[in-house]
């Protein structure tokens, strides 16, 4: 007990109860109510009531909240990303031939797959993916029949 008190008195909360006095006289009426100040708390158990009765005994009001909010219980199940939005170290297999090219990119997979599409399109000799498959007059084929990740990076891509 002597600790809680300890810890009001060293964050400025007061620990007797002081009920403000407010002359009023039949004609003037008070302008403003005193402001209590607020503590919230999570509430976890009887833990909880236990510490909160203690804050009883001062001018300090309590408010309850939890976790387990309607928001909360939603947004918990949220399907993960799509694993080609995020970026790291990938692996292109020919669909014809099944040689693969391995390659490290810091933009999404999805960026990246596009930039081998664009060149393949252009006969550009920036993907060497692309190259291979001009060359040997072998087709392109959808992300998910192709493109297979190997790595994650641990941040998040630009």
């Known amino acids: ?5 300890n810890i009001l008195h060293n964050n400025s909360f007061p620990i007797k109860h002081q009920t403000p006095q407010i002359h009023t006289t039949a004609q003037e009426k008070p ?7 607020w503590a919230t708390f999570t509430y976890v158990g009887k833990e909880t009531s236990y510490i909160t009765n203690i804050f009883r005994q001062t001018d ?3 408010a309850f909240r939890t976790n387990n909010t309607i928001g909360n219980l939603l ?7 799509d694993k080609f939005s995020l970026s790291g170290v ?3 297999t020919c669909p014809e031939c099944q040689k693969a090219y391995v390659g490290q990119n810091g933009r999404s ?3 990246r797959y596009n930039e081998h599409k664009q060149a393949l399109r252009n006969n550009s000799h920036s993907s060497s993916f692309a190259k291979h498959l001009n060359e040997e007059a072998h087709s392109f084929s959808t992300i ?8 994650y990076h641990k941040k998040e891509p630009t």
Request: net charge positive; no cysteine.
């Open 109 to 111: 997979f999805n960026i």
């Open 90 to 92: 990938y692996k292109l």
């Open 1 to 5: 007990m002597n600790i809680i008190h």
């Open 144 to 151: 998910h029949n192709i493109m297979q990740v190997l790595q």
């Open 31 to 37: 302008s403003q109510t005193p402001k209590h100040r």
């Open 75 to 81: 947004t918990q199940n949220k399907p993960p990303p």
């Open 60 to 62: 300090l009001r309590i």
